[in-house]
């Protein structure tokens, strides 16, 4: 079964909900698909035994071979290349690898070069494989990146993917295929507004999903009608607790620092398990 954890909203617990998780498996897969800022191995410590530079293929103008016909500007639908008399202009931040490009040019002037743009880092937390995408400072493109940590996910196999927070391309991108979608959220006005985003995102997706309140002391009761008006299913409530703020804070895992708590991510992941066989 793949779980994706996701959150309308950053700072909802997200990445405290998905390592806890994590830890109730007695082996599986772990993917930080937030690329562009992954943090769940400050709380996992994998040991990382592989590193590997993914890059997109960009367009390189042999211009002594370029007649300057514009076909390939034309064809780029995000105006990643431009010619302007006799000079072709690429802007390799607004390029998405499509290949369209060289494909039409009728000089055969271009050739697909590689350009990094981040890193996929493989490695071993206990029992749980690991594997996270840092993106490079400044880049963009974070879909294809996601697209390479999630090639690791093997059929039959638990996978967990921790997306990043919002709705996204890439948030699209980590959650899509997933068998269910752990939403986080917190009881307030925010907390609603992107939780009703993400669950709109995830009905075109048609991936089920459940939601984690986090927090759940605070705010009002408006998330909980709407979770119930909605038929969503409230899998977990977290209270408030300073001492869960306190790990997080010093990189420990919400079950290590209050093992009361691994009973309560263990019946979670049964629940999700019931559901998603349903
Ligand atoms: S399509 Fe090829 S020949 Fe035409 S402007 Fe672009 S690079 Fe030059
Ligand atoms: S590879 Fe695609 S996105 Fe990049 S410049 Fe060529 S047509 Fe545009």
Not at 102 to 109: F, G, L, T
Not at 254 to 271: C, H, M, T, V
Request: aromatic share 6%.
């Amino acid at each position: 079964m793949i779980i994706s954890v996701a959150s309308g909203k950053g700072g909802t617990g997200k990445t405290t909900i998905a390592t806890s998780l994590a830890l109730c498996w007695k082996e599986g897969l772990f993917l930080d698909c937030d690329v562009e800022e992954p943090n769940a191995h400050i709380f996992l410590k994998p040991h990382i035994h592989e590193r590997i530079s993914v890059g997109i293929p960009v367009p390189e103008v042999d211009e002594s071979k370029c007649s300057f016909c514009g076909k390939c500007a034309e064809v780029c639908e995000f105006n990643a290349i431009v010619v302007i008399k006799k000079k072709v202009l690429f802007f390799p931040e607004l390029c998405h690898g499509c290949g369209g490009c060289s494909y039409i040019c009728p000089e055969k002037a271009i050739k697909e070069v590689e350009r990094e743009i981040g890193v996929v880092e493989r490695g071993r937390s206990g029992k749980i494989d690991f594997i996270h995408g840092i993106l490079n400072v400044g880049e963009p493109m974070a879909p294809p990146l996601i697209r390479q940590v999630k090639r690791h996910i093997n059929s039959g196999t638990n996978a967990i993917i921790d997306a990043s927070p919002g709705t996204s391309c890439p948030v699209v991108e980590a959650v899509k295929r997933s068998d269910f979608c752990l939403l986080v959220t917190e009881p307030t006005p925010f907390g609603l507004n992107d939780l009703k985003l993400a669950v709109e995102m995830l009905r075109k997706l048609t991936i089920p999903c459940g939601v984690v309140i986090n927090c759940a002391d605070i705010g009002d009761e408006k998330v909980q009608k709407y979770c119930k008006d909605e038929d969503i299913p409230i899998l977990m409530t977290i209270p408030w607790d300073r001492r869960i703020a306190e790990a997080y804070s010093k990189g420990i895992i919400l079950i290590d620092a209050l093992p009361e708590f691994k009973n309560r991510f263990s019946q979670l992941y049964g629940k999700i398990e019931r559901l998603y066989k349903r």
